[in-house]
């Protein structure tokens, strides 16, 4: 059973950058699909980010052209840079292994604890 631990996150103001990593074990990532979540106070768990085994990246439309998901096959992890931070970026960042095709969180699972990344204006 594979186990996730997110960290990287902290709070930052609003322009700067932070880089999220996701470190697995149990099971060997480089044939799956990994996703970033994100999940606000009072809101719904939304999708940030997937790179599939083969590199392939989706982005949500909020976040296109701000974050980059990469992963390091060597080291079992996924990243998630972070740059141009808004204040609405601000929320608790989940990874998790893509079950299914789908950009849902009913789509993922195996969560990590989630790291909280704040940004002030």
């Known amino acids: 059973q594979v186990r996730l631990v997110e960290s990287g996150g902290g709070l930052v103001q609003a322009g700067g950058s932070l880089r999220l990593s996701c470190v697995a074990s149990g099971r060997t990532l480089s044939n799956y699909a990994m996703g970033w979540f994100r999940q606000a106070p009072g809101k719904e768990r939304g999708f940030v980010a997937s790179?599939?085994?083969?590199?392939?990246?989706n982005y949500a439309s909020s976040v296109k052209g701000r974050f980059t998901i990469s992963r390091d096959n060597a080291k079992n992890t996924v990243y998630l840079q972070m740059n141009s931070l808004k204040p609405e970026d601000t929320a608790v960042y989940y990874c998790a292994t893509e079950l299914r095709s789908g950009s849902s969180w009913t789509d993922f699972g195996s969560w990590g604890q989630g790291t909280q990344v704040t940004v002030s204006s």
């Open positions: 790179i599939n085994g083969g590199g392939g990246t």
